[in-house]
């Protein structure tokens, strides 16, 4: 038995060898073709040593084993409603917004029907036949695309798998419109989408009576490492008065506070994970309240955490930074847990 045993341990520290040194090369030619931008924390670095410390975070947080932060974040009930959303039920005015998970949300917003960057899948990254080569989820998502109600209206921010997941998008409706970022579209090519429109920094569309304008914010925008550079937006949604940002992606922007100035939206939906060591391309959870802050906006829906680990710190390590630098104006944040249901009041 303890033979039986000494091999299944050897077979398996051979399997996950084999599993590093595969993920080795393919983070390696990542990071030779990625953006200088995308892997930055510091200017102040030479590309070399950028990319040399880039290699050595994704190296470690790649072929790590799972540690206790991992663990706690499978817990399915730490920072996850109790129940799913029920979207039928909600009124047909106002603004009511779900959170599903990671940068995905369900929203109404005065009748309109939205779906933002839709990810269920259980993991994201690139298809190999077989598996997929890329993080898992830590909990499910709150809804399937089954489980939604009529959508009228799609937007995807951006490129990247975790925001721009086909397996998913192949689920929906091919009749909805959708909104994506300049020069991304070609990847939903023969899916059956017959209303697809793209819009860069300072373009507008309009869907249902929602308008919608691509503003600037400080990201990239490659899909895989070999590709083209490529857009990436925020998205202000207005409607009767009513006005959500949804910035997709987004480190401290200068840009977004500046197309923005003066026009306060209501609802301010802002990243908080994934800044270690991507600060240059993601912003913390300080950096998110200031911006938040600074648009003078009623309230801030944190997203892009809990669902997926894409970066060194722990999974909920965003919220308790969060939580420490809001300094006693919590209620200004909603939607602290996947499936969580809320309305803008009043």
Not at 41 to 46: A, E, K, P, T
Not at 125 to 141: E, K, Q
Request: net charge positive; proline share 7%.
């Amino acid at each position: 038995m303890q033979a039986l045993k000494a091999r299944e341990s050897a077979s398996r520290r051979v399997d996950r060898t084999r599993r590093r040194l595969l993920v080795l090369a393919a983070t390696a030619g990542a990071s030779a073709c990625l953006p200088r931008r995308a892997l930055a924390q510091s200017v102040d670095l030479s590309k070399f040593g950028r990319t040399i410390r880039s290699l050595k975070a994704w190296w470690n947080h790649v072929a790590r084993e799972p540690d206790e932060g991992d663990i706690e974040a499978k817990n399915p009930a730490k920072f996850v409603a109790p129940t799913a959303p029920d979207p039928r039920s909600w009124s047909a005015g106002g603004v009511t917004i779900a959170w599903i998970g990671h940068s995905t949300f369900l929203i109404n917003l005065e009748g309109t029907t939205i779906l933002t960057d839709p990810v269920f899948s259980e993991k994201v990254g690139v298809d190999l036949l077989l598996t997929t080569l890329g993080p898992a989820r830590f909990v499910p998502p709150a809804l399937q695309a089954r489980d939604l109600p009529r959508l009228d209206l799609l937007l995807v921010s951006h490129a990247h798998m975790d925001h721009y997941d086909i397996p998913s998008l192949k689920s929906l409706p091919r009749d909805v419109p959708i909104i994506m970022a300049r020069d991304t579209s070609e990847f939903v090519d023969g899916l059956g989408f017959g209303r697809v429109q793209e819009l860069d920094w300072g373009q507008t569309a309009e869907v249902d009576g929602v308008r919608v304008e691509a503003v600037p914010v400080r990201h990239w925008g490659r899909r895989y490492p070999w590709d083209r550079d490529r857009g990436y937006n925020g998205l202000l949604l207005t409607k009767h008065k009513r006005s959500i940002l949804f910035a997709g992606d987004t480190a401290h922007s200068g840009e977004l506070l500046a197309a923005l100035y003066g026009r306060r939206p209501e609802v301010v939906m802002l990243p908080i994970g994934g800044y270690d060591p991507y600060i240059y391309s993601h912003a913390s959870p300080e950096q998110a309240w200031e911006m938040f802050h600074s648009l003078q906006a009623r309230y801030l829906i944190p997203m892009h955490w809990r669902t997926f680990r894409l970066s060194r710190e722990r999974p909920f390590e965003p919220h308790e930074r969060l939580t420490a630098a809001v300094n006693g104006a919590a209620s200004k944040i909603a939607l602290r847990a996947i499936g969580e249901t809320w309305s803008l009041p009043d």
